[in-house]
């Protein structure tokens, strides 16, 4: 029987975030098994890990093979799944440094414990609650691999708006479309306001058809709250989920993308906040360093009981 941990990324509270199906032993797992095991879970991304490959690096014991798969398909990397399982791994291993190999490229996670926050009680909403143990939970920071960005066909872009059903005008012209990479594609279009960003009601099997033949994983659909601080929301048909709560490769690949557009300072730190319009809140923070083309995303991450 294999074991299926869940947990949710870029939040501490098992209702908000992104949720993850997690297998710390993959072993005997084939692609089929490990499809039928993400699709029985339903989650936007389940995580299997493996031994390292041979001079992947790492601490022993602090490196894994990592492989995702949606409910359709494997996906080369995910962010807030990547985030799940060095959670998962920190609760077991301890805080530290780790190695993942991933079909994206390797793929280095710094875990750290938070200190103890106080927040509203997740069942009431009232009374601020804090750990028993006083401790504070565990954070999880990837390391993207090498990010670019490419052009979008005009005609592409038509399309996008057409099966989003968004007017042109609605499109933010600080944010020219383009497709952005940062272990996998995404399509980051700029909403003028946050009105249009919350107003998501798009033709699945048209998008789904438009982002196969573009290779796409997600659309990024991005409001700007503040100079560092956005707002964004995440179709994902490709992988048979009509919204991903919280997408830490799309957050990878926009920070990406946001630098390289002068959009935001060579050397910052970037808020995204996600999940909100459906009912599952969740904070991705965005590192960008000087001298440092990857990009840095981390969150919290909690077991879903």
């Known amino acids: 029987m294999t074991d299926v941990l869940r ?13 993850a199906g997690v297998v710390l032993d993959a072993a005997g797992l084939d692609e089929a098994a490990m499809l ?3 699709a029985e879970l339903g989650y936007s991304e389940t995580a299997f890990l493996t031994a390292p490959p041979e001079g992947l690096g790492g601490e022993p014991g602090r490196a894994f093979t990592v492989r995702y798969f949606s409910p359709k398909a494997e996906v080369p990397f995910c962010g807030h799944a990547t985030v799940a399982t060095a959670v998962a791994l920190g609760e077991r291993i301890g805080p530290g440094e780790l190695v993942l190999a991933t079909r994206a490229g390797t793929v280095p996670v710094s875990v750290t414990r938070e200190d103890p926050v106080t927040r509203e009680d997740p069942v009431t909403r009232e009374d601020p609650v804090t750990r028993e143990d006083g401790a504070g939970g565990l954070r999880a920071t990837l390391t993207s691999v090498e990010p670019h960005t490419e052009d979008l066909d005009p005609a592409d872009l038509a399309e996008a708006l057409a099966a989003l059903d968004w007017p042109a005008a609605d499109l933010d012209p ?8 940062a272990g996998a ?12 960003l919350a107003d998501l009601a798009y033709d699945f099997d048209r998008l789904e058809a438009l982002m196969l033949r573009l290779d796409l994983t997600t659309v990024q659909l991005v409001h700007r709250a503040g100079p560092a601080e956005f707002h964004v929301r995440n179709p994902f048909p490709v ?14 690949a926009f920070g990406a993308y946001a630098r390289e557009l002068g959009l935001v300072p060579d050397e910052a730190v970037l808020t995204l906040h996600q999940g909100a319009d459906m009912g599952r809140p969740g904070v991705l923070t965005v590192e960008l360093r000087s001298g440092d083309t990857r990009v840095r995303v981390g969150g919290a991450g909690a077991l879903i009981p």
Request: no cysteine.
């Open 7 to 19: 947990y949710t990324a870029f939040s501490d509270d098992p209702a908000g975030g992104n949720p």
């Open 185 to 196: 594609r995404h399509l980051v279009l700029g909403a003028a306001t946050r009105a249009r």
């Open 239 to 252: 992988g048979g989920v009509v919204e991903d709560p919280a997408t830490g490769a799309a957050a990878a």
């Open 36 to 38: 039928k095991i993400a």
């Open 174 to 181: 600080a944010f020219p479309p383009r497709i952005a990479y």
